[in-house]
Nanobody, 121 residues
Framework: EVQLQASGGGLVQAGGSLRLSCAAS????????IGWFRQAPGKEREGVSV????????LYASSVKGRFTISSDNAKNTVHLQMNSLKPEDTAVYYC??????????????WGQGTLVTVSS
């Protein structure tokens, strides 16, 4: 079965950094797009960044471009999201998701549990 384990969330002050990790198992890692979505208090879930494992193509939401970097460690079947210059508006539950249909902004099939990121001012 597809399993995604998100970790790395926490409390950080504005301007600080966090690195989220998504450990994947139960599927062929290279065949999937994997990425991060978030849901802030009172808001709908939105895409943050996704990547194609096979070719390394990446997409970023405009709100995080230049601050966040998505990457994969294929030997460990893990995707990371390095978050720098964090802002209070980045506060959200961050979810790891995967889909075999390829990179893009759409509703992914497989989801992990969320990890909470809180950015204080």
């Amino acid at each position: 079965e597809v399993q995604l384990q998100a970790s790395g969330g926490g409390l950080v002050q504005a301007g600080g950094s966090l690195r989220l990790s998504c450990a994947a198992s139960g599927f062929t890692f290279d065949d999937y797009a994997i990425g991060w979505f978030r849901q802030a208090p009172g808001k709908e879930r939105e895409g943050v960044s996704v990547m194609s494992i096979s070719d390394g193509n990446r997409l970023y939401a405009s709100s995080v471009k230049g601050r966040f970097t998505i990457s994969s460690d294929n030997a460990k079947n893990t995707v990371h999201l390095q978050m720098n210059s964090l802002k209070p508006e980045d506060t959200a539950v961050y979810y790891c998701a995967a889909d075999s249909r390829g990179i893009g902004w759409y509703e992914y099939d497989h989801w992990g549990q969320g990890t909470l990121v809180t950015v204080s001012s």
